[in-house]
C-alpha cells in the first residue's frame, strides 16, 4: 500500500516531442505528489509538485495530470529538448508524516 | 546559500572493511534523511533524523548498518564488514522540518565493494 509505482522504466523521445512518464499509488493518505529530476552524478532536485486539490499543475514545459479517483498521477515534458535527458522520479507524501515513497524512476533520453 | 554536501564523493573499499560516509546538510534543516540508490534503481531509505528524537531505523538492511548525528547537524553513514551487494551511490538529503514537503539532495557518494 505504500507503494508507488511508476512507468516505464526508460524512455526514448525526439527532440521537440512530449515525454509521458506515469505513476500509480494505493494509499489514500498521499497528499503530496512531487516529481524529482536527477542527472548523472548529482543528487534528485524537485522538479515540480502537486496536491489532490488540483486535477493539472503546470511550470514551463513541465505539467502533473493529476487523477484522484484513478490514483494516478503523470509527468508531461513538452518540447523535449536534450537536456531534459535524466532520471526522473515520482514520489508521495502525506501530512504528518516523514517518509517520501519514491518509483522506480524513469530514464528518459532526448534525442538531438 | 550552500546546498547538503556529502563526502568523499567516491569509495573504494574491499570486502570486510568498514566505511564511513559523511553527510552536512543545509544550515538550520532538523530533518535528515540517508538513501541508498543501487545502479539503475530507485531510492531505498535507510533512516531518517529529526532534530533530537530519536532516529527511524526502519529502512536499514542489516545490523552491519548505522548511523549518527551529531549536535543535530552532520550525519556519519557506517557500515561494517562490506559486502560486494552495499556497492551503490548513497544519498543523503535534508529538510527544513519534520513535516516539510521538499527534500533537499546531496551529490550522494558511490561506494565500490570490491
Known amino acids: 500500500q505504500q507503494q508507488v509505482k511508476q512507468s516505464p522504466q526508460s524512455l526514448i523521445v525526439q527532440k521537440g516531442g512530449i515525454s509521458i512518464i506515469n505513476c500509480a499509488y494505493e494509499?489514500?493518505?498521499?497528499?503530496?505528489f512531487p516529481w524529482y529530476q536527477q542527472f548523472p552524478g548529482k543528487g534528485p532536485a524537485l522538479l515540480i509538485a502537486?496536491?489532490?486539490?488540483?486535477s493539472e499543475k503546470k511550470e514551463g514545459r513541465f505539467t502533473i495530470s493529476f487523477n484522484k479517483s484513478a490514483k494516478q498521477f503523470s509527468l508531461h515534458i513538452m518540447d523535449s529538448q536534450p537536456g531534459d535527458s535524466a532520471t526522473y522520479f515520482c514520489?508521495?507524501?502525506?501530512?504528518?508524516?516523514?517518509?517520501?515513497?519514491f518509483g522506480a524512476g524513469t530514464r528518459l533520453f532526448v534525442k538531438a | 546559500g550552500a546546498g547538503v554536501s556529502q563526502s568523499p564523493s567516491n569509495k573504494v573499499t574491499e570486502k570486510g572493511k568498514d566505511v564511513e560516509l559523511r553527510c552536512d546538510p543545509i544550515?538550520?534543516?532538523?530533518?535528515l534523511y540517508w538513501y541508498r540508490q543501487s545502479l539503475g534503481q530507485g531510492l531505498e531509505f535507510l533512516i531518517y533524523?529529526?532534530?533530537?528524537?530519536?532516529?527511524?531505523k526502519s529502512g536499514l538492511p542489516s545490523d552491519r548498518f548505522s548511523a549518527e548525528r551529531t549536535g543535530g547537524s552532520v550525519s556519519t553513514l557506517t557500515i561494517q564488514r562490506t559486502q560486494q551487494e552495499d556497492s551503490a551511490v548513497y544519498l543523503c538529503?535534508?529538510?527544513?522540518?519534520?513535516?516539510?514537503?521538499?527534500?533537499?539532495f546531496g551529490p550522494g557518494t558511490r561506494l565500490t565493494v570490491t
Open positions: 533524523f529529526q532534530g533530537n528524537s530519536a532516529p527511524d
Open positions: 502537486i496536491r489532490p486539490d488540483v
Open positions: 514520489a508521495a507524501k502525506n501530512t504528518g508524516g516523514f517518509k517520501t515513497i
Open positions: 494509499n489514500t493518505a498521499f497528499d503530496y
Open positions: 544550515s538550520g534543516h532538523t530533518a
Open positions: 538529503a535534508s529538510s527544513p522540518a519534520a513535516n516539510s514537503y521538499e527534500q533537499y
